[in-house]
């Protein structure tokens, strides 16, 4: 079965710090990653995608992605509060068009 | 692009009654799914459709779950009867069909409560 965990969190941290967010995944063939943001009673929303090792930067968000140790994760800098919100990771695997999300990270950004 | 349309925003039905949920994927986008969301559970696949034809409908509960696709621009999720445990947040998302690298679209979901 596959899997994908996150800390539940919270995950706080003051404004302006850099907010650091993790995911594991368990298949070895797991190719697209993406990071959603879901505000509290609104959707996901996509923040970034992410295919290959290293890094993907746009604007504040750094998504990393390490397929060796099956993590992937999410940097985002000079942390507003309304970066606040749940952060979901997705992944899909080869051989299934269907992702599978993690059950996502509280972050609280404090002024 | 006006994105994915689910209605209604709110539904609130009793016991026993029967819940229809409308959803509307992007233009283009033939892959459509159907998703629960609840505290406990987080979220929940139910239903998995491609160029309209369901191809994984294991998250669906049981039998009182039903979905349809129709043609490419509309899809109905169906619950009859329904029970207080069905109340989540339902969303639609759609994708674009065969690219693995793309990520799927929410639209704003269904709240429904059974009292």
């Known amino acids: 079965q596959k899997e994908v965990e996150q800390n539940s969190g919270p995950l706080s941290v003051p404004e302006g710090a850099i907010a650091s967010l993790n995911c594991t995944y368990s298949?070895?063939?797991?190719?697209?990653f993406f990071w959603y943001r879901q505000y509290s009673g609104k959707s996901p929303e996509l923040i970034m995608s992410?295919?290959?090792?290293g890094d993907k930067e746009d604007g504040r968000f750094t998504a990393q992605l390490n397929k060796a140790s099956q993590y992937v994760s999410l940097l985002i800098r000079d942390s507003q509060p309304s970066d606040s919100a749940t952060y979901l990771c997705?992944?899909?695997?080869?051989?299934?068009?269907?992702?599978?999300f993690g059950r996502g990270t509280s972050l609280i950004v404090h002024p | 692009d006006a994105g994915v349309i689910q209605s209604p925003r709110h539904e609130v039905t009793e016991m026993g009654q029967e819940v229809t949920l409308r959803c509307k994927p992007i233009?283009?986008?033939?892959?459509l799914f159907w998703y629960r969301q609840t505290m406990m559970r987080g979220l929940e696949l139910l239903i998995y459709?491609?160029?309209?034809?369901?191809?994984?409908d294991s998250g669906m509960p049981e039998d009182r779950f039903s979905a349809k696709m129709p043609n490419a621009s509309f899809s109905t999720l169906k619950i009859q009867p329904s029970e207080p445990r069905d109340s989540a947040v339902y969303f639609c998302?759609?994708?674009?069909?065969?690219?693995?690298?793309?990520?799927?679209?929410f639209g704003n979901g269904t709240r429904l409560t059974v009292t």
């Open positions: 998302a759609s994708s674009l069909p065969g690219d693995y690298n793309s990520p799927l679209h």
């Open positions: 298949d070895r063939v797991s190719q697209s």
């Open positions: 992410i295919y290959s090792n």
């Open positions: 997705a992944v899909r695997s080869g051989g299934s068009y269907i992702p599978t």
């Open positions: 233009s283009g986008h033939n892959s």
């Open positions: 459709f491609n160029n309209n034809v369901p191809i994984d």
